[in-house]
């Protein structure tokens, strides 16, 4: 299993993060004439909690820095990564930069955005732990700072397992697949009732990040640098368990297959499905939707050969190639993830940090809501497989999606998912690695 905290190269690029000069505002030049700078910060904060927390930290620092004023941005998920595109080709980019790590591959490789080397606080660059350093690292520098990051958990009716009698798994003992999938099947009382839904409108990240825990890669860079496809023993547990759940043990509902998360929630609450694997911020929606009365916990994701690790594409802050103002912008992010802010943005996202100063925090660390769990597994959480492959979104749209839906559903079996991934899928990165 590859652990990107022990890599030496990678802790060179992270030595070289740090900005002597500290939280410095000099200054690059193209400020206004009385020497005061400003920057645009583009935040994709969409939860009434996480934007007042982050428009609190922005106000916070106007009235401490009054000689470099931040304006805060609005921006979107849904269309932020053809929005940067035309704003970096226009150049009319924000200075900071909110984005997720799996999406700034095509942005560093095309120079858009800033290496941060040399440009961030040593109390910033080893507060946050290697193996997130290395979800924004692309060739030879550094082009985000990762702050926040969810696992993907089980979102449990508490009711129903405490009546079945199953062993409640803990991060100490998590269930094995094989046990997840044998737990399932006794949860599932038929008329309707299953033991699990799976949410997989989106299947690849969900399959991709939780086969990490039973070895699987699927990508490999090999010694000439380019990534091809292999489909191993490793990679075949997740998917065959969704399978099999789906249609062999019908303990698993195959309505959901094509469902977002929050689409599950009222089957959930309504007592369909015993348990929903969804990603950890998810735990807002249940606060804010759950009828009164309804009991529910969360549970760490399932654990193979590799234990709970799974892969994240953290939440990231980078700074624009071409902003004037580099060091100030930096500094602003310093600012935004000193270990209380950190903290503040973590529970107005109802995520976690990447901090290990601000993943200490009692507010984090709680058994209400399930904080506990996800603290728990915090650091198993490694760099997604296709974090820097150049091509994944084409093969993921064009080969990935497709094949993993067809054989979820049960109109393809494991071997020709093999090939499609495989076989179409090398194909496609080829035409990226000429």
Not at 161 to 173: A, D, M
Not at 197 to 206: N, Q
Not at 286 to 291: D, L, S
Not at 332 to 350: C, E, K, S, Y
Request: aromatic content about 8%.
């Amino acid at each position: 299993m590859r652990r990107g905290g022990g890599r030496g190269w990678l802790a060179g690029l992270i030595a070289g993060l740090v900005l002597v000069a500290g939280s410095g505002c000099s200054g690059d030049g193209g400020g206004s004439e009385d020497g005061r700078v400003t920057l645009r910060f583009q935040s994709l904060a969409w939860q009434k909690e996480s934007v007042d927390v982050n428009k609190e930290l922005v106000r916070e620092w106007n009235a401490t820095h009054p000689d470099v004023e931040v304006e805060y941005v609005q921006g979107s998920w849904d269309s932020v990564h053809d929005q940067l595109l035309t704003s970096f080709e226009g150049g009319e980019a924000p200075d900071i930069i909110h984005d997720a790590s799996d999406d700034l591959a095509d942005f560093a490789y095309g120079g858009y955005l800033a290496d941060l080397r040399g440009l961030l606080s040593e109390r910033l660059t080893s507060d946050i732990p290697g193996r997130s350093w290395e979800t924004t690292t692309f060739g030879d520098g550094i082009y985000g700072v990762p702050f926040l990051q969810e696992p993907r958990v089980l979102i449990a009716n508490a009711t129903w397992l405490k009546e079945s009698g199953v062993r409640i798994p803990t991060p100490e003992k998590p269930w094995s697949w094989d046990e997840f999938r044998r737990i399932t099947d006794r949860l599932s009382t038929g008329e309707g009732k299953y033991g699990v839904a799976w949410p997989l409108k989106e299947p690849v990240s969900a399959t991709l990040n939780l086969s990490l825990s039973t070895g699987g890669q699927l990508f490999h860079r090999g010694a000439d640098g380019k990534v091809r496809i292999r489909f191993e023993e490793g990679d075949e547990v997740v998917p065959r368990t969704i399978h099999d759940q789906v249609n062999v043990d019908d303990s698993a509902s195959g309505s959901t297959l094509g469902s977002g998360g929050s689409d599950t929630l009222p089957g959930f609450f309504g007592g369909k499905y015993a348990m929903v694997p969804l990603g950890f911020s998810y735990r807002q929606q249940i606060v804010q939707q759950a009828p009164k009365g309804f009991d529910w916990q969360v549970l760490p994701a399932p654990a193979g050969t590799d234990g709970l690790t799974q892969g994240v594409s953290p939440q990231t802050l980078s700074v624009a190639e071409d902003s004037p103002h580099k060091k100030e912008a930096a500094a602003f992010i310093d600012f935004l993830l000193r270990p209380r802010n950190m903290v503040r943005l973590a529970l107005g996202d109802w995520m976690l940090p990447t901090g290990t100063q601000a993943l200490r925090d009692p507010a984090l660390r709680g058994e209400k809501d399930g904080w506990a769990v996800g603290a728990a597994v915090a650091g198993e959480l490694r760099s997604a497989p296709a974090q820097s492959v150049r091509g994944y979104p084409e093969w993921k749209d064009k080969v990935a999606t497709p094949a993993y839906q067809s054989y979820y559903s049960g109109a393809i079996g494991m071997g020709e998912l093999r090939r499609r991934l495989v076989g179409d899928g090398n194909r496609v990165l080829a035409r990226y690695q000429r």
